[in-house]
């Protein structure tokens, strides 16, 4: 495809439009016209849309598809998006498997993972800028701030968890925003509330705990086109041990004090709160136990509100398989509600 | 006391003053001089000031103070405040018990038991202030708010529990304001954040739900002089279900609607989240979930921040005797720290 | 069918007997001749005969059964039995969809579902002959009678449970007379032996007690021709409380003394005895005790019984796969006892 | 004591009487009288009377009571019982330690020790009769009044446990024939109930199950005048299996059929119903099933019963320092009903 | 086959040998040649060797293996191996089902069971010698070894579990001489270092109870052609209660002192260590600590070498589908292991 | 004390003997004599033997005992012991609190703390020398020894734990070196029975890992007079994570590869084997589950041996009084063995 023309997206094209662009072949099916002659019929996607069709077998691409092209693969196509009476279709003029290279045109391995609904560009400068507010210790702030610039390309994109919670794309930054979030009004609603206690309950050791909390998933999780998987640290070891370490690494020669960095560590540590929710330690400051707080809220907030989402069924409770195991209540639909759906 | 002089109280008066007033007796004990003649050293104080003092053989106050005052028993004094060698005394010149009639001119049979340091007023109007502005829903607004109209004495001085957490005059507010501040701060942040859940994340009734979620401590506890007991349908019974009734008979004859309803009772319900944790249904609706974090966190925080300002060691942790069994982390004094305090 | 003849039922006909019945459809295949035409298989049951018969293409009723007919759908059928070579057939001579107006004639939509096997109507009875015999103190008789009297028509045909025991047409009934009848034994006994107590053990609060132990399954389940399922606020809120609910609403402008309406509440609530078996109170009156054993005992029993009757297996122990997850002890069968039954 | 008169009971003598009887030395404290004279004042006991008196320095006895008399120990006394100002006294005119021949006459090492209010010979008596009625195979039947038989005299005494419930003489005949009662009643409701069960519940074997279920405890506990202690067999094997033992000793030779055995070897083993609570495997028959419930609530309804008996307190409940380790509910008194008692 | 030929085994023989031997028809599968002609598909297997070859329509043994060969017998065949280009395939000359007089021959129904890699007479031999050494005791020895020559045959091919751990053919000797010389080592360890403890550890008492603490498996366990199954006894009491009852019914009359016997009995019934893990009674002397934590880690250990064993995956972890229910880590393979292996 | 004789100890020391030593104020209290006159007896004790005697109120010493000496902090003194009626006793010449530079002369403020009876120096040694045996990777085995090595010292005399087991000087050395011996004899088992296994079961792993698996300790406890202590730290982290620690900053900069050091790592983190034990990860690989079984049952095998050896009554059992919170069988003694001891 030296005659490059711009590169544009599948989902982006408009009937009629000629254009090159990245794809997954996300399903390929032998069947067989009426008069049995056997065909394939394909799908490429991208994040934003999905377009079938088939490939005669007197298609020029027909031994291609045939004995090449892989499902789970990704191509450079270059096709006319057309309206045909069975949906949309792709007449492909050029199609050849995706190359190193092409990165640097924007393909992106996991353009049609799931992802988060939030932009991780803004999520990532709100982060910052609640850092640049609440923590006022200018050493702690910079240990902090720089432990997410040295790892600012795969925060980026990293998802929470395998399964779980906020499973998808930049489902980390989403799900350490909203903790971080939650933490900062609960800890100046507490600090303000016990303003006599000794030692005063500590702002911006509490929003620091709460942007490193789950920071070991950088070690405990591989981000993949299929989503994330656990390393062998990550299983042997684990992200609560694994999120110390980075925080202990990045603290060696800055000059945050002991107290601080302790109270620090024990936040990561005592944030699942009991040993068979995976802390080795429960809370024992006032700071960890917000953490706590807000970081269980937020997942089991987002597992209720995706339940609730993706369930198939139409009744008052969703069923228990969900990632609580319970039903969530939805309500009865209004008379009329469903119509207007 | 006919010839009744204006009503101070104890810790109001300064030495040389000579007041009336009322006061708690104590302690009462007997001991003797070096040449062996049995005097009663007695207590008395109110909220704020204890005065011990000595009833020797030869006051007109013997044989009363011998035969009649009872430790634990109110009494109106005319006395003189003194500053002596031995710290202050007060030098009686009338004493009697309270009479029923003593209310009147401000006798109050709780005048001793710890309190909040919060005003009760300002917290009761706080929280109506509160309902106002998040519950936009006109017949739930006032279902909850006709419910603390309804009981607007017992709660300005309900504590929230006999032990635990929050364990003091007006507890009660000071607990569910706060369940109710954390709750309205977090419940605007997830409706807003999932704007496109369907149904929407309801913050009137999360706010409501976090008003009456303990309001069933109006039937599950006493409270007395010597703090909160429990009743007999609070030990058979229990406040969870209690509230629910409370919220029940109210609701009848309203115009609140049934769904709206049962997910209020249902946050009641489901407030403390695991059968072994008192509630017999888990959360099953994001507004019950919400509800049960933010007073999860504030009866954990409270006790926390108790156990370190009520800790009697000076180590860097307290010790496990508190409200959460466990050690809290104070840390280290800084150098001179100790002195200054 | 105008010129209607007398209403029989499927299961009572006799070969060669022509009689309208209602009969539910409950399965429809299409099958094919050895010539290769099409027709379909049909089963028309009641609950007491299945009858599955071919509809040949060439019948009157063909069109109407492949267009028409749904499997899951009650019919009211003129049909004539017949005894043929491959078992009971039906000749059918007219058929329509069941209406409304049919249930005046008999016709029930409960009628094909598994029912227990004792009369409600004998069972019934028998309760308030209890309830008669052993409740002394009126006021509280007449407040647990009343409440069966108000609820007659539905407690005649409730299940006791969605699945796991006594989950069959008037299983609720069977249950509870059965809890009832040990119920009975066991306070009379413990009455007697411990006739020194003080309070004495009171027959009437237990008998009471297990009488409406279980009655707010009648808001928490809803009776259908697929079986109980649960309502609303049967999983927000649950049967417990519910129970107590109705019982509280009956209570009021009773005579029955407070001190007894808590007792009785208390067994409501405390009916299965720990958090995680569903009682947010444990029991602490002998009233209850008696009665979460006469309970537990009685559905532990059905389950086990049931799930020897049921286990498809022919070894010594049924398999794991019954309500109790465990295997149950049948032994060994005698040799030669498999032909006598 | 050679010219031996007529040999009486302590709690059966009246002031003015002169008898010679068996006693406890239960207290023995060294006094001063108001000149500084030391004397002892002794505490004499047998089960239903405890006389306090002095042993002045200048009695017969002062030197016999400062040397020899042992706390703990029992003596034969000659002694007159005289209602002085200070209560009954005696006036000792002899006394001994007890020898061994005194059980000839009536000595009792046990007669000190609390016991069950029930006749033993009685309840024996009534648990021979139920065997006789409700186990009809004979082989069974004689397998198992032939345990008994064998134990006759450890089993009219041995108390039910060391500590918990019926823990004194003849608890454990007490709650043996409870149990079997309850299951006699249980299994034959149920066995009638379930009437068309395959194999039908047994009435002998759960009979014979429940008059069996304990009967480990003979050799688990040695009866001593302190109470119940453990041997070593029983705290490092235990009960249950001791039980099973014995049952297994005693069925050697009989014509008792293999299933039979093994159902009632399952009734012991399975009795506590879970290994937590000590039994090695949960019922998996019937019988077994009642057995367990028979037991538990009898073993519960007496502490439950013991705990309002025993409580120090007189409000509506008891405090929490009992077998059962909750409060039980009394109720309130009725006004008057204090003085009354 | 009366012209009988000296038998072999399957796995034994080379290509083009002909021999008699017996073989488990593992296998059989209705195949269609390319124009249509169906055939069969058999395999023939011994422990070592499975052979799978068609038996064409016109074969001899078309019929037979049609209608009377069933998958799951042994048959004894004559037959010739032949290695084809489809791999090993019989030529069958004479096949017939195995008879019982074949036992003679050495026919064995466990021939295809999978079976321990030790040779079984040897582990049977090193238990008796490690008795021999480590049991000074000569009525304990004589007791331990008495019981183990008693049940020879069964001991050497019984299973040690239906699953779980060590369950094929001889499991038990492997399993029970891994916790044999574990024991060993650990007690003459520590007899040494608590030199001073008193009663001092006892080996022989430890190793008594090593070699015994499954012995119940006897009576627990059925070994069939199947793997292990349960007898009746074995679910409804348990190899522990079993395992205890063959030592005391072996100890009548011999001259192992009560103590010692009771010792044993005791590491019987806590090898298990925790009620919920099976043992009704904790370790409660060095000994049976010692036994229970050289099984525990027997077992575990067999789990998890087989575990990674037999994952099907080839990751750096297996499956959580394994004995032990959780990942076992096996690593990376190194770069060009694969090809290797 | 310039006129320095020989320094010798306190519990070498014989009658009549004259020396300088240093001692631990253990007691000091007021009494009176006969007449009245107050005086004061002291005790002075160093780790084999205490003394007990008067300070007389003329004595040269009695105005410093009276104002100076401190129960609890350590003296020098030149004295002479003597044995009198009432038992050693010693004759004061001079005397004053340690100093600093005593320290030179051998004085050790632990000299009073209990310590094992095993020689710190030997244990470290044969640890030592079984890394040099068993760990043939030469990187992994210089890793390990140089924590050693590096922390020799605190490793000689630190105890295990704070309380449990092991809780005395140099008990760290006992337990971990036993742990070592236990993996080691484990190990070795396995790895050869295993032998087929892949990865192979290793043996250095194993045994580093043993030797490290409580390496935290050096940070989790502080060594004191009084016994160890938490560190803020040890509290908030704990040494599971803190070993992991020393291990990862170690193991920087040498040749020890990656899996192997995880390997490592997740021994130490797998150790106590469940969350509620305090391991956040369960043992994954054969060299964990071995360290595991090693370290417990040598922890608990220690307290069964100090139960019996501490507990203070002479019955077949001990009490629950001990780190296992269970009785331990002893056992009865022998006749006439009470006697001799």
Not at 156 to 170: E, G, I, K, R, T
Not at 222 to 236: E, I, K, N, R
Request: charged share 25%.
């Amino acid at each position: 495809m030296s005659d490059a023309i711009e590169i544009t997206t599948l989902h982006e094209m408009t009937p009629g439009e000629l254009g090159d662009f990245f794809a997954l072949l996300a399903d390929k099916q032998v069947l067989a016209t009426k008069d049995g002659k056997p065909y394939y019929r394909v799908s490429f996607c991208d994040a934003g849309r999905e377009v079938s069709f088939p490939i005669w077998s007197d298609s020029t691409h027909a031994a291609a598809c045939r004995d090449e092209w892989q499902v789970g693969d990704f191509y450079k196509l270059r096709a006319e998006l057309r309206d045909s009476n069975y949906g949309m279709q792709l007449e492909i003029h050029r199609i050849r498997p995706v190359e190193e290279s092409d990165k640097q045109d924007g393909f992106d391995p996991l353009m049609c993972a799931p992802r988060s609904k939030f932009d991780p560009e803004a999520m990532y400068d709100e982060m910052m800028q609640i850092a640049e507010e609440a923590i006022e210790d200018e050493a702690l702030r910079e240990l902090v701030t720089g432990i997410y610039e040295s790892h600012r390309e795969e925060l980026l994109v990293m998802p929470a968890a395998q399964y779980n919670h906020h499973s998808y794309l930049s489902g980390y930054l989403e799900h350490v925003l909203n903790v971080t979030r939650n933490t900062r009004m609960l800890v100046e609603q507490y600090h303000q509330l016990y303003s006599d206690a000794d030692p005063s309950i500590d702002v911006g050791v509490a929003v620091a705990g709460a942007m490193l909390h789950d920071i070991g998933k950088l070690r405990e999780l591989v981000t993949g086109p299929a989503g994330a998987t656990y390393t062998a640290s990550g299983t042997l070891i684990g992200h609560i041990l694994q999120g110390r370490d980075i925080l202990r690494e990045a603290a060696v020669g800055t000059e945050v004090d002991a107290d601080t960095l302790l109270r620090l560590e024990h936040i990561i540590v005592a944030h699942q709160r009991l040993p068979e929710w995976g802390s080795p330690k429960p809370p024992m400051t006032p700071e960890a136990l917000i953490v706590h707080h807000a970081d269980d809220l937020d997942a089991k907030m987002q597992m209720m509100v995706a339940a609730i989402a993706e369930d198939p069924g139409d009744g008052e409770f969703t069923s228990k398989r969900n990632a609580l195991r319970q039903p969530i209540y939805r309500g009865k639909k209004e008379p009329g509600e469903a119509e207007e759906e």
